[in-house]
Nanobody, 126 residues
Framework: QVQVVESGGESVQAGGSLRLSCAVS????????MGWFRQAPGTEREGVSC??????????ADSVKDRFTISRDSDQNTLTLFLQMNSLKPEDTAMYYC?????????????????WGQGTQVTVSS
């Protein structure tokens, strides 16, 4: 059974930093591209960043480029995904979700992802 668990969301002041983590277990190790998404109240879920199986290809939404950094790690049983978020703005406030896709491509569209976590809340105050 695949499990996706996010952590690290907090309330911070604008200009601050946070590091989100995501632990994925139950997948065949190394076969999946992964991504971070976010959803603010009343809006659709949007892609924030993605990374391929090897980490060779990385993508970012324009709104977070140069502020957020995605990375991944893996051991024998668990894939771990990170999102370092710097220079946070109030408009970054949202529930952040981690997801994994069987596709080998780095994509920011939600429909390509097969496994999702429950999300972790990030709140940025001005």
């Amino acid at each position: 059974q695949v499990q996706v668990v996010e952590s690290g969301g907090e309330s911070v002041q604008a200009g601050g930093s946070l590091r989100l983590s995501c632990a994925v277990s139950g997948l065949t190790r190394g076969d999946y591209a992964m991504g971070w998404f976010r959803q603010a109240p009343g809006t659709e879920r949007e892609g924030v960043s993605c990374i391929t199986r090897t980490g060779a290809v990385i993508g970012y939404a324009d709104s977070v480029k140069d502020r957020f950094t995605i990375s991944r790690d893996s051991d024998q049983n668990t894939l771990t995904l990170f999102l370092q978020m710097n220079s946070l703005k109030p408009e970054d406030t949202a529930m952040y979700y981690c997801a994994a896709t069987r596709s080998t491509y780095c994509v920011l569209q939600t429909e390509f992802y097969d496994y999702w976590g429950q999300g972790t809340q990030v709140t940025v105050s001005s």
